[in-house]
């Protein structure tokens, strides 16, 4: 293999794929990176047996990337990343040497880097994506980062530390919940296969790096699902995670269909009390914070034996029905807070025992669920 390639252009590749790099294996392969080109351009790939990432870059008329010998080899991410980060000149030339080592040269600085077979290097799943769902990156992005937050970090039950996704023919809607709270966002598909209905359950971590690897605009991307692995493609990239086996819980129970009391809220305001109120509430257990509501607005309070107290009132926009007065985690409700784009929330109470829903006023398919906190 010999390639001679833009420093930028192998970079942003390189940054891409090793987020799926092992950096602990005991198989010292698989903390490399697998170069492959042909006569068409350069695919790189990285697997951790968890989630893999493959990106492919194109030799086309812009000539930052030319192919002069067709060829592979794996390189360890380790020491290939940052010498190609640090390389004195814009361009790169790498050419492999015998057995399984590649000569770099910028400029007038050279290095030779031990790789290893790329004929040990693990394959990729065979996954065939004729009808996949079809979604906007920055759609996908979105609702990923509104619901992961509810996931479990504790593996106490394992299939709860991972975000639940149920696709159907023209919708998923993700859900995560660690059985204190809930997010539950619908998001509507740009196509999809006729009469699918498919769920998967995706570990929390591969959640987060899927969420990294996501462009923030509308990029189409292709998700599917075969062999207990979930495959979501762009036209350059691809990222395969392996899915959580088990059975996911029914939510939709224990989401209230009524309400006993209604406020609209300020997003901003009611983020920075609650804020403020952590400050003092982040040294109990559950980090209690109390919210009294009256007609024209909510008193949160919270209470230290060892730091001291706080109350601050936040006007409301809107009220309907009784006056109650109900605690919950404070950091649980930041969060759900948080998650939301709009200026305003609506905030449904159906009892001091009961959980809180929270929605965006202007009727987006997204809420946040905090159940109450007990106290003496």
């Known amino acids: 293999m010999r390639i001679h390639i833009h420093q930028q252009r192998l970079g942003a590749a390189l940054q891409q794929v090793q987020r799926a790099v092992s950096a602990h294996s005991t198989m010292p392969i698989l903390g490399g990176i697998k170069l492959t080109a042909d006569v068409d351009g350069l695919r790189l790939m990285a697997t951790n047996h968890e989630i893999a990432v493959e990106t492919y870059l194109a030799a086309d008329s812009d000539e930052t990337l030319s192919i002069e010998v067709p060829g592979s080899i794996v390189l360890p991410a380790r020491y290939f990343v940052e010498l190609v980060r640090k390389l004195p000149d814009p361009w790169v030339h790498l050419a492999v040497q015998q057995p399984y080592s590649v000569q770099i040269t910028s400029a007038k ?27 906007y990156s920055d759609n996908l992005k979105d609702a990923i980062r509104q619901t992961v937050v509810a996931i479990a970090a504790e593996e106490t039950r394992p299939v709860l530390t991972g975000l639940c996704m149920k696709f159907d023919a023209d919708s998923i809607t993700f859900i995560g919940t660690d059985s204190h709270r809930l997010a539950s966002r619908k998001l509507f598909l740009q196509g999809g296969p006729e009469g699918a209905s498919e769920t998967a359950v995706v570990p929390g971590k591969s959640v987060h790096e899927l969420a990294r690897l996501l462009p923030e605009d509308d990029t189409p991307v292709a998700m599917t699902i075969a062999d207990n692995t979930l495959l979501v493609s762009s036209e350059t990239t691809r990222f395969f995670t392996r899915l959580l086996e088990g059975q996911y819980p029914d939510t939709s129970k224990i989401i209230p269909t009524t309400f006993k009391t209604r406020i609209h809220i300020r997003r901003d305001p009611f983020a920075s009390a609650l804020e403020r109120a952590l400050l003092i509430a982040r040294e109990m257990q559950n980090q209690v914070v ?82 109450p906190v007990r106290t003496v």
């Open 109 to 135: 600085a050279a290095f030779l880097l031990h790789g290893f077979d790329p004929e040990e290097f693990p394959r990729l799943p065979q996954i065939s994506s004729d009808q996949p769902f079809l979604i």
């Open 290 to 371: 109390r919210l009294q509501l009256q007609s024209d607005r909510i008193e949160l309070s919270a209470h230290s034996h060892d730091v001291g107290r706080v109350s601050e009132q936040v006007p409301l926009d809107q009220f309907s029905g009784d006056a109650l007065t109900i605690a919950f985690n404070g950091k649980y409700m930041l969060d759900a807070v948080r998650s939301f784009d709009g200026e305003q929330l609506t905030v449904d109470f159906t009892g001091t025992m009961s959980p809180m829903v929270l929605r965006p006023t202007d009727g987006q398919e997204y809420l946040h669920l905090v159940l």
